[in-house]
Nanobody
Framework: QVQLVESGGGLVQPGGSLRLSCIAS????????LKWYRQAPGKQRDFVAG???????TYADSVRGRFTISRDRTENTWYLDMNNLAPEDTGVYYC???????WGQGTQVTVSA
């Protein structure tokens, strides 16, 4: 069983930045993938960014160039650096680890003036 805990959310003005963290109790094996998703009120949960165990990264078109996913393998911690935030980035951000489909509890990000 893997437990994921997100943190770092909050209220930020448009154009601002936040760093989200996802701490895992373990990885699901030598080969795994960690992804960030977000869910706006009344909408489905959407993919934001992902990183493989070989450090290959992928991004949704809406965040590419503004968000960066990274990891600190020694600490089993993954980060999502979010820059130039816009109101449409508002939502609950979740991290997910595969294989196993382990989800964290989410952290709220609100972008508003």
């Amino acid at each position: 069983q893997v437990q994921l805990v997100e943190s770092g959310g909050g209220l930020v003005q448009p154009g601002g930045s936040l760093r989200l963290s996802c701490i895992a109790s373990a990885t699901t094996g030598y080969i795994y993938e960690l992804k960030w998703y977000r869910q706006a009120p009344g909408k489905q949960r959407d993919f934001v960014a992902g990183i493989n165990s070989d450090v290959t990264t992928t991004y949704a078109d809406s965040v590419r160039g503004r968000f960066t996913i990274s990891r600190d393998r020694t600490e089993n911690t993954w980060y999502l650096d979010m820059n130039n935030l816009a109101p449409e980035d508002t939502g609950v951000y979740y991290c997910k680890m595969d294989p196993g489909a382990y989800w964290g509890q989410g952290t709220q990000v609100t972008v508003s003036a």
